[in-house]
């Protein structure tokens, strides 16, 4: 491959607009728990209390940051997603029962979006808030009954708006995901190259390289769901570069979720990319042997963390590189109490980026096919493994935080159900009351005849055969049943 071609596509893939401004994202969240937390006081106190005006004057405040920055102020609810200007907010644990509270409330009210004027005055601010926050989740009452009653107290200049149809964000969102897809596949390519060029002598890939990593952490913040799934593409045969792909995107996700900055992300995303660099030097038929390795084979497998420290080191242009990645690459088969290798005869602390890498490292080799693992673990099967060597081989907080973030079914898990259905997991369940029930596509029938089923929220209500409400049973093989997880994605 050329890489001169290479180091072109980035640039093309950057025309694609990810909404990743970090500054927006944590402005969206601030408004929203202010407004959230407004809503509820409203729905208890009237206009006069000093609880209500207090909630009332920060919010208020911080709407007029937001119209300082923004010049717009806008929060709508569309497909069980919070979007604040426009800009999906993503939900995690603490957000999770909060932002709950403003769907279902916009939901049952019927209720899309409100988008307020710059103009607008304190009086009618603050009669907004108790009209919407008694009418939020009133059924009831319709839009137009809420708009009357707005009206009807001088509230002017702060707008409700039906749900769409369809939101402009996910008639994109295919566009998206093939624009995920392709940074995945063309970050393997490059990482081959620069793993085949044993001289590594090319300065401008390393630019390119960081650049790639920004669209995958991009990729990241806009759909997690989809970068993780796919994280089951397997490939035994190029087993090496796929592996190091799907470290990097189960890192920076795991790194997000963790609140790092967006360029941290990326130096986190380029550490797991080379993490494995390392094994350039070890002869093919070490990496692929099927049998028992021999005490000097597996030295020579124990020395690649060396090797890629060197390799790191020597690539020109290194200054655009994170100097963690050299730390991670001689790191990430240290344990968190210092097992593994390369033994040192000292106390030391590992680095937070090859903590990490070695969670999402021993994952991703746990639940591949490769010539000597043929049966690979299920991937719930290796979280629980990996469970047993928290505190020994992983740092507790990170893997729990790992786990999390995959769910007891994780995305792109199997799973049979209560009805005799086969379901594939689509996206996890953040609510911890919930974590059995994560969102599946039904793609088989009872009978075992294979179909394009409907999205199933097992959390809610799901009637199957007789009457059943739909559970997961256990998780399944796909291999087992000759299914490509993948492709449902």
């Given at each position: 491959m050329n890489p001169d071609a290479t180091s072109d596509r980035p640039d093309k893939l950057s025309k694609v607009k990810f909404s990743t401004d970090r500054k927006a994202i944590e402005m969206g969240k601030k408004f929203l728990n202010?407004?959230?937390?407004?809503?509820?006081?409203?729905?208890?106190?009237?206009?006069?209390?000093?609880?209500?005006?207090?909630?009332?004057?920060?919010?208020?405040?911080?709407?007029?940051?937001?119209?300082?920055?923004?010049?717009?102020?806008?929060?709508e609810v569309a497909a069980?997603?919070?979007?604040?200007?426009?800009?999906?907010?993503?939900?995690?644990?603490?957000?999770?029962?909060?932002?709950?509270?403003?769907?279902?409330?916009?939901?049952?009210?019927?209720?899309?979006?409100?988008?307020?004027?710059?103009?607008?005055?304190e009086d009618e601010f603050k009669s907004f808030l108790v009209i919407f926050a008694k009418s939020l989740g009133d059924p009831?009452?319709?839009?137009?009954?809420?708009?009357?009653?707005?009206?009807?107290?001088?509230?002017?200049?702060?707008?409700?708006?039906?749900?769409?149809?369809?939101?402009?964000?996910?008639?994109?969102?295919?566009?998206?995901?093939?624009?995920?897809?392709?940074?995945?596949?063309?970050?393997?390519?490059?990482?081959?190259?620069?793993?085949?060029?044993?001289?590594?002598?090319?300065?401008?890939?390393?630019?390119?390289?960081?650049?790639?990593?920004?669209?995958?952490?991009?990729?990241?913040?806009?759909?997690?769901?989809?970068m993780l799934a796919l994280t089951n593409i397997k490939n035994h045969y190029d087993y090496t570069l796929n592996h190091s792909m799907n470290v990097c995107v189960l890192s920076t996700a795991l790194g997000y979720r963790l609140g790092m900055e967006r360029k941290r992300l990326a130096d986190l995303g380029i550490a797991a990319l080379f993490h494995d660099i390392g094994k350039v030097n070890v002869p093919a038929e070490i990496l692929i042997k099927p049998g028992t390795l021999s005490a000097e084979e597996y030295e020579a497998i124990k020395r690649h963390p060396y090797k890629g420290a060197e390799i790191l080191t020597s690539i020109k242009g290194f200054s655009k590189?994170?100097?963690?990645?050299?730390?991670?690459?001689?790191?990430?088969?240290?344990?968190?109490?210092?097992?593994?290798?390369?033994?040192?005869?000292?106390?030391k602390q590992i680095n937070l980026f090859s903590k990490i890498i070695t969670i999402t490292d021993v994952f991703d080799a746990m639940t591949t096919p490769r010539v000597y693992q043929k049966k690979p673990y299920k991937r719930g099967e290796a979280l629980g493994e990996m469970m047993k060597e928290s505190g020994k081989k992983f740092d507790p907080l990170l893997l729990k935080a790992f786990v999390s973030m995959l769910g007891l079914y994780p995305i792109g898990s199997l799973v049979l159900l209560n009805t005799g259905e086969l379901a594939?997991?689509?996206?996890?369940?953040?609510?911890?009351?919930?974590?059995?029930?994560?969102?599946?596509?039904?793609?088989?029938?009872?009978?075992?005849?294979?179909?394009?089923?409907p999205t199933i929220d097992l959390a809610s209500p799901s009637v199957g055969y007789a009457g059943l409400k739909r559970a997961i049973v256990k998780s399944v093989d796909a291999g087992k049943y000759g299914i490509d997880v993948t492709a449902y994605f």
């Open positions: 202010t407004f959230i937390s407004s809503l509820k006081i409203a729905q208890i106190y009237d206009l006069n209390n000093d609880v209500f005006l207090e909630h009332a004057q920060a919010l208020n405040e911080t709407l007029r940051e937001i119209f300082r920055m923004e010049g717009e102020a806008s929060v069980n997603h919070i979007f604040f200007n426009g800009l999906r907010l993503p939900m995690d644990f603490a957000s999770y029962h909060a932002y709950h509270f403003l769907i279902d409330g916009f939901f049952k009210s019927k209720v899309g979006k409100v988008w307020f004027e710059n103009n607008f005055q009831s009452k319709k839009l137009s009954n809420i708009e009357n009653e707005l009206k009807a107290q001088g509230v002017v200049k702060i707008h409700l708006q039906e749900p769409q149809k369809e939101r402009d964000d996910f008639r994109k969102t295919s566009t998206l995901r093939k624009v995920g897809k392709q940074i995945y596949s063309k970050s393997i390519m490059l990482l081959e190259d620069i793993m085949g060029d044993h001289q590594l002598q090319q300065r401008a890939q390393t630019k390119v390289v960081r650049r790639l990593v920004q669209n995958i952490v991009d990729s990241v913040i806009y759909d997690e769901a989809y590189l994170p100097i963690r990645a050299i730390i991670v690459a001689l790191e990430h088969h240290l344990g968190e109490d210092l097992s593994g290798y390369p033994k040192i005869s000292f106390k594939v997991v689509l996206e996890t369940n953040q609510d911890p009351a919930y974590f059995k029930s994560p969102k599946v596509k039904l793609i088989t029938e009872k009978s075992g005849e294979k179909i394009d089923g």
